[in-house]
C-alpha cells in the first residue's frame, strides 16, 4: 500500500494557474483522440462511428446549440453526425486516417445548419406515425437544464445576440476551445480575421456586461465588486 | 479594463458547453437483432425513434441486413446488445401495435396506410380496399396494394393480413406462401373465407344483434349457425336492416 503511495505522482502537477496562461491553452482535452478515432473509423466503421458521437458528442451540441440559430439543436447535432457518417463512407481508409476530426465535424453542423434553414423556409415539416411522445433521448436531466440555465442563461443570450460571424469565432474559440488556425479554416478566412472576430465578439459581451452592470456570472459566489 | 473581468468572461464561456443528452448515441446509431418469428426468423432494426426495418432472413443474413439498412437509411448499424423490450413477444404474438414505429422517409399515404394496417387484428384480414377506405381515399385500392408492398417493417406492421376480396390471399414481398403460412399460424381461416368468398358472400351478419361484420371479425366467429346471414355487399345488409360492425368496420370512412 505506501509503496504505491509513493509511486503515485502529485497531482499537482496538472492544476493549472487560474490567471496565468495556461488557461489559454486548454483547446484540446484529448490531444491524441482524433487519430485514435479515426484509425477505429477506418478499421470498423460502424463501430468506430459509435466512438466518435461519444468522443464529439459534446462538441458537435455545443456548436449546434451555441453558434448556430437552430431551433432544436438535437434534431442538427444528430443530423450532423449522420452527415457525418454518410461523408465517411464515401471516404476511403487512407483519407479517413488524415482526417482532422474536430474542425471537420464543426464545418458539418455550421454547414447544416445553413441547410434546415434554407429547408425549413421552403417546407413545412411533416409529422411521423407514432404517439406525440418524446424520443427517449431527448430526456434531459432536469437538474442538469435548470443549473445550465441559471448560470449560462445570461450569457449565452447575450451570445446568441452577436452577429453569427463573431458568435460562431467566440464559441469555437472559448466554449469548445479550438485553436485560431482551426477556426481560420473553418471560418474560411485568414487567422488574423479569425483572431479579430474572436476579440470584437469578447469585446461586446463584455459591454453587454458594463452596460447591465452585474458582476459576471460564475465567479461570483460572496464576490462583490468595490468591497 | 480589469484582468479579473476579463478572464472570468472566458472561464463563464467554457460553461456554455453543452452535453448530449442520455441515449443520444441511440438516436444516430442503429440497433439490430434476430427475433423468433411466427414463421422463420425475422431480423430487426431501430433507433430511438422506432423500429424503421425489419426481413426475414435465413441463418447468418444478418450482415447482408446491416448493408441494405446502411444503403436504405445511410446510417451506422451494430448489432444490439440488448433486445428492443417488447420485440420478442410482439414477433411471436404478432401484435405489433405497442412498438414504435419510425416511418421518416415514407410519403404520409404510405404512412396512413401502414397505420391502419397496424390496427388489424391477430388471425383476421381485411381487403385492400378496406384499408383504403380506412384512410378516407376509397378509391386508391390499388394504391393500397403497392404501399403495402413496400412495407419495410413486415410482420410486426402486419400488411400480410390484407387480402383480397376474392378470397385469395393476394401478393406478398416474402412470396405469397410465406403470407399463407403466416396467416395459417397466428389461426386465419382461410378455407372458409375462400369457400364464403366464392359462394359470394363477403358480409357475415348475425340475425340476433343485426350487426353486419366482415367475415373474419372475431364478433361473428361465434354467431350459432341458425343465425348466421351473409351478404355480397353492404348494401344487400343494409336494405335487410343490418349495421355495420364497429369492430371491424366494414366500408365505414374512418370517423372524423
Excluded at chain 1, 415539416?125 to 432536469?142: K, M
Excluded at chain 2, 464561456?13 to 411466427?38: H, I, Q, S, T
Excluded at chain 2, 371479425?217 to 349495421?243: K, M, Q
Amino acid at each position: 500500500m505506501s509503496v504505491a503511495g509513493a509511486r503515485r505522482r502529485p497531482a499537482s502537477g496538472l492544476q493549472r494557474n487560474r490567471r496565468g496562461g495556461v488557461l489559454s491553452g486548454v483547446t484540446s482535452s484529448v490531444p491524441t483522440g482524433d487519430a485514435e478515432i479515426c484509425r477505429r473509423l477506418a478499421d470498423d466503421l460502424d463501430a468506430g462511428f459509435v466512438d466518435l458521437v461519444g468522443a464529439y458528442g459534446r462538441l458537435v451540441f455545443t456548436v449546434a446549440a451555441r453558434a448556430t440559430p437552430a431551433a432544436d439543436a438535437e434534431d442538427l447535432a444528430a443530423e450532423s453526425f449522420l452527415r457525418a457518417y454518410r461523408a465517411l463512407r464515401g471516404y476511403g481508409a487512407s483519407r479517413i486516417r488524415q482526417l482532422r476530426l474536430r474542425p471537420w465535424l464543426v464545418t458539418i453542423v455550421l454547414n447544416s445548419a445553413r441547410n434546415a434553414r434554407r429547408d425549413a423556409a421552403r417546407r413545412p415539416r411533416t409529422d411521423p406515425f407514432g404517439p406525440g411522445e418524446e424520443p427517449l433521448s431527448s430526456q434531459r436531466d432536469a437538474a442538469d437544464l435548470a443549473a445550465a440555465a441559471d448560470a449560462a442563461g445570461k450569457l449565452g443570450r447575450r451570445l446568441a445576440g452577436l452577429p453569427a460571424k463573431q458568435r460562431t469565432a467566440v464559441v469555437l474559440r472559448h466554449v469548445v476551445g479550438l485553436g485560431l488556425a482551426e477556426i481560420a479554416v473553418i471560418l474560411g478566412c485568414p487567422e488574423g480575421t479569425a483572431r479579430s472576430h474572436v476579440a470584437r465578439g469578447l469585446a461586446a459581451l463584455r459591454a453587454a456586461y458594463a452596460v447591465e452592470g452585474d458582476p459576471a456570472p460564475g465567479t461570483g459566489h460572496g464576490e462583490r465588486r468595490g468591497t | 479594463m480589469n484582468p479579473r473581468a476579463r478572464s472570468s468572461i472566458e472561464e463563464d464561456l467554457r460553461l456554455l458547453e453543452v452535453r448530449p443528452p442520455r441515449g443520444f448515441a441511440d438516436r444516430v446509431v442503429a440497433r439490430y437483432a434476430l427475433v423468433a418469428g411466427p414463421v422463420g426468423e425475422l431480423c430487426v432494426a431501430w433507433t430511438s425513434a422506432g423500429i424503421s426495418m425489419a426481413d426475414f432472413i435465413s441463418p447468418g443474413g444478418e450482415p447482408g441486413f446491416a448493408r441494405r439498412y446502411r444503403e436504405r437509411f445511410g446510417r451506422p448499424i451494430l448489432p444490439a446488445a440488448r433486445p428492443l423490450p417488447g420485440l420478442a413477444a410482439a414477433a411471436r404474438s404478432g401484435r405489433g401495435r405497442k412498438l414504435r414505429y419510425d416511418l421518416a422517409g415514407l410519403s404520409a399515404f404510405e404512412v396512413g396506410v401502414l397505420e391502419a394496417t397496424l390496427a388489424i387484428p391477430v388471425g383476421e384480414v381485411r381487403p385492400y380496399a378496406w384499408v383504403a377506405a380506412e384512410i378516407g381515399r376509397p378509391r386508391a385500392v390499388r394504391a393500397v396494394g403497392s404501399a403495402l408492398g413496400r412495407n419495410p417493417v413486415p410482420v410486426l406492421i402486419p400488411c400480410h393480413r390484407v387480402t383480397r376480396s376474392d378470397g385469395t390471399i393476394g401478393n406478398y414481398g416474402g412470396g405469397p406462401a410465406r403470407k399463407e403460412a403466416l396467416l395459417r399460424a397466428e389461426g386465419a381461416d382461410l378455407d372458409e373465407l375462400a369457400d364464403l368468398a366464392a359462394a359470394g358472400v363477403h358480409y357475415v351478419g348475425s340475425t340476433a344483434t343485426g350487426i353486419v361484420c366482415l367475415p373474419s371479425c372475431h364478433s361473428c366467429r361465434r354467431i350459432a349457425p341458425a343465425r348466421r346471414r351473409g351478404f355480397r355487399d353492404l348494401a344487400e345488409a343494409g336494405t335487410a336492416g343490418f349495421r355495420p360492425c364497429r369492430l371491424c368496420r366494414p366500408g365505414l370512412p374512418r370517423s372524423a
